[in-house]
Each structure stands twice: as structure tokens, then as C-alpha cells.
């Protein structure tokens, strides 16, 4: 689970996630992380960290506060920068545009490299990049739909759809955010306030 923190008010949006997985014993990162200064405030929050790139003070600074980091890699250069910052999960962004080719082309240089496919995964590809070599999918905008994760689920690999169903409590948080008066994209200002997350939570809670 990866909520952006593009702006100073998402950190309010962050802490009700982060409160909503640790009920269910689930991890949750604070994504598009740029700068040195939000890997402090991700350290306080006690999440790791997700960035759109590879960035070597980003990379310093989780390594120094000891913050799991997540890097985004869409070359073979910015892959071996993570290699040789000792990094070898990855955040391959953005998927949509990289394309399952990609990743079979980049496992025969970089067979050890986990890859979480990140930016335009949908139902309708979700299981092309599964069987590429994806570790791990990510869903954003695609979780806009109720029936989206059920629709993953039934085309993925064997295994998916319990994967699915035990983290779709987090993850109902994150689209019932998007699913807001404006729609996605729309002004913050007009979102729900994040302390109403737990009213949006209305999932069945995943077997403990």
C-alpha cells in the first residue's frame, strides 16, 4: 500500500492509512518520495518509502534513518545504480509505457531484480505483467472500480485472488479516497477528510 505525498495536507491522508493497515497487520509506504526531507518525515511515521526514480540522496537518506526504500528504475543504467546501492526490489514505472517486453528483456542482464509494476495496471493487463516476471502489481486509478480487484483476481496466476482478498480492506481505503466528490484528480480541499477513512473502510475484514 503506497500513498503519495505530493503535498503537505496527503501526511494527514498517510497517517489514517498507516493507522487503518497496522489494524490488519499490513505495511504501508508513503510514495512519489523526492527529497531527503520526506524520508524524515516517512522515518516518524514508521513507513517505508516509494519514489518515482532513482535518486542517490533519497537512497542515502532512507539507508542513514533505516527506512526501507523502494526505487523507481525504468532503464538498465538506473538498475544498476539500485544493484550497487544494494536495492534489488524496484519499482518499475511507469509499467504502462515500459510494457511486459520490458521486463523479460531486463530479467536476462538482471535475473535476481524483484520488479513491482507500477503506473497503468489495469484488469486488463494486470496478468500480462504477472507472467513477464512482476513480483508484485500495483494498482492506482484502477482501484476507482469496485470490481476491479475481483476482475485481477480471476485473470491473474494461481494464488492471486487470496493475495487479493486479504489485502482489499487497505486498499478499499485508497479508492473510496479516489471515488470522491470531483472524481480522481479533483481538488483535495473538496475530499473527504481522512479522519472519516475508517467510515469508507466497508469491506469485509480479511480473516485474521
Known sequence: MEVPIQRPA??????????????????????????????????????????????????????RLGVPHLPGVSTASTIQQALAARLDWMKAFPASVLDPTWFTSMFGPFPDVKFVATGGISAANAADYLRAGARIISLGSALASPDALELIAARGRPGVRNWVRSRRMVM????????????????????????????WDILPRPPS
Not at 11 to 35: K, N, Q
Open 172 to 199: 478499499a481505503c485508497e479508492w473510496r479516497l479516489e471515488d470522491s466528490p470531483g472524481g480522481v484528480g479533483s481538488d483535495p480541499g473538496r475530499w473527504p477528510s481522512p479522519a472519516n477513512c475508517a467510515r
Open 10 to 63: 496527503d501526511l494527514d491522508t498517510l497517517r489514517a492509512v498507516v493507522d487503518a493497515g497496522a489494524e490488519r497487520g499490513m505495511p504501508v509506504g508513503s510514495g512519489t518520495v523526492i527529497s531527503a526531507e520526506q524520508v524524515e518525515t516517512t522515518k516518524r511515521l514508521g513507513v517505508f518509502t516509494v519514489a518515482p526514480g532513482f535518486s542517490p540522496e533519497v537512497v542515502s537518506a532512507s539507508a
